[in-house]
């Protein structure tokens, strides 16, 4: 399965200012998490609702994470682990999207050694390649939804396959914290 680049319908003046819109929402995303990152963490007394949300918040930065996996893990031994896993899994799909976002907006400025690997990567392996990036935890997802998002993968695609993913990973997670912490 080959995902390709739509043809350019806007003119490029239009489309760098739409990058640029996308990718300093992006941004601005990042740092008002990191900027009430200590507060994040209270929101886990609200059980699947707060985890949710920490994961969204979490997982809405590019590059900077804002640990949720402290969360997962521990409220894993409080709330029912798989139930954690999944409400956290949905909220991080929901949060990756912002990278998504900012590759689909600003897919003329991506340009990098681990773009190439991954945008070969995606080409052979598309939907597939980011559901493996989420499931296992690695420094790469980021670029993954950037990538996915200058190669105009479809949206719901691209969600399906970080929210399987990510629950898988979160559910394991939140299952190591209940067996571990109980």
Known sequence: MEIKNAAPSQPRGKQILQAALTIGFSIAITVGILFFKDDLEQYAALGYPGIFLISVLGNATLILPVPAFAVVFA?????????????????????????????????????????????????????????????????????GGLVAGAMKMPWWKFLIAVITGKMGRFVILGLSGAWILR
């Open 75 to 143: 409220t894993g031994a409080v709330l029912n682990p798989v139930l954690v896993g999944i409400a956290a899994g949905i909220g991080a799909g929901l949060g990756e999207m912002t990278g998504y976002l900012a590759g689909y907006g600003g897919s003329i400025l991506i340009k990098s050694n681990w773009h190439t690997r991954i945008r070969r990567l995606m080409n052979r392996w598309g939907a597939w390649l980011i559901f493996f990036m989420a499931l296992i935890p690695n420094p790469f997802f980021d670029i």
